[in-house]
């Protein structure tokens, strides 16, 4: 990988951790507990709590990525980073591009 791909990736890692950030905080928003009202009957209430559980999930999701970019971000620079854990041949950077936190290449990770 070229200093100018590793730059480059860097700002795309840079940018997706500012959006995943910014919808972190829009979903966090969403996971106030919520309290059986009066006025919601019960399958009204049981909506909210289902669609809670979704927003929790998605949550998870996006926290799990985010720290994984986060970890990348510290690795970007070892001489490790980019290369398959199977196999130690170079992950190709389209790939790299696409999911950064990869430690498989694709030609491996059909293999699993």
């Known amino acids: 990988m070229t200093q100018a791909e590793k730059s480059d990736l860097k700002n795309t890692i840079k940018d997706s951790l500012k959006n995943l950030q910014i919808e972190l905080e829009e979903l966090e928003k969403r996971l106030i507990p919520i309290k059986k009202d009066c006025s919601l009957d019960h399958a009204a209430y ?3 709590l289902q669609e809670q559980a979704v927003f929790f999930n998605r949550y998870q999701e996006l926290q799990e990525r985010f720290e994984r970019l986060s970890s990348v971000m510290v690795r970007i ?36």
């Open 46 to 48: 049981q909506t909210l």
């Open 77 to 112: 620079d070892n001489t490790e980073y980019g290369i398959c854990q199977e196999c130690e041949e170079e992950i190709a950077v389209e790939r790299l591009k696409l999911v950064p936190e990869s430690i498989y290449c694709v030609k491996c990770l059909n293999r699993f």
